[in-house]
């Protein structure tokens, strides 16, 4: 089945530092979500992306959709101890030309610890 | 409430038990759906309701079974469940057509099985 490859797997990093992850596939996507799962709790949606090229903020947290629709990166500026968690990408791609968007599929997520 | 909620958020259950998951969404969503998420792997898709029609049952087995009484409602019966089903049982919701793929999780039951 339809893999996406989402690295680092695990990172730990310094309070304030700036982080980058990213998720790549040998598919086109049409949609680009990352998603954050703190312990015990489900998967919370950060970012959407629809478009190639597109570049989209959340307060500290910006994503990119590819230019190639194989890829998407998710950047976090100045982390804080609250940033600790899953870090999850997920793709979809249309069903037929025009119609609804297909299932999620999503990747094995990255595990950032921070060091306060 | 608001979101996706989930109840019970912890189950432990023996072999030859049969219990339920419940899933209730309150965005107004017409699309529901159940992941499982087992330790180093990714959310595997389990089932996908639109409009309460079962969509997609993604080949799994029997001992699973879906119910969607109505678009905010969702139902997951078990029974004579095996150890290895041990995981965290995410339901999520969402607009099933147009655009948008963005769905919205509820904070998981985990389930233990003896």
């Known amino acids: 089945g339809q893999q996406l490859n989402q690295n680092p797997q695990s990172m730990f990093i310094q309070e304030g530092e700036d982080v980058s992850m990213n998720c790549t596939s040998s598919s086109i996507f049409n949609t680009w979500l990352w998603y954050k799962q703190d312990p015990g709790e489900g998967p919370v949606l950060l970012i959407a992306?629809?478009?190639?090229?597109e570049l989209t903020s959340n307060g500290r947290l910006t994503a990119q959709f590819g230019i190639t629709r194989k890829d998407s990166f998710l950047n976090i500026s100045a982390s804080i101890p609250s940033d600790v968690g899953i870090y999850f990408c997920a793709g979809a791609r249309y069903k037929n030309y025009g119609g609804s968007q297909g299932n999620l599929i999503f990747g094995k997520g990255t595990k950032l610890s921070v060091k306060p | 409430e608001t979101g996706v909620t989930q109840t019970p958020r912890h189950l432990v259950m023996g072999m030859t038990n049969k219990k339920s998951l419940k899933c209730e969404q309150h965005l107004g969503h017409n699309a529901m759906y159940w992941y499982k998420q087992s330790a180093k792997k990714p959310l595997e898709l389990m089932f996908v309701?639109?409009?309460?029609?079962?969509?997609e049952n993604n080949s799994v087995p029997s001992r699973f079974s879906p119910e969607c009484p109505n678009s905010s409602h969702l139902f997951l019966h078990l029974h004579t469940l095996q150890p290895e089903d041990s995981a965290l049982y995410l339901c999520?919701?969402?607009?099933?057509?147009?655009?948008?793929?963005?769905?919205?999780f509820g904070p998981g039951t985990r389930l233990t099985v003896l």
């Open positions: 992306l629809y478009k190639a090229g």
């Open positions: 309701y639109s409009l309460e029609e079962r969509v």
């Open positions: 999520a919701s969402s607009q099933y057509r147009g655009r948008t793929s963005e769905q919205f």
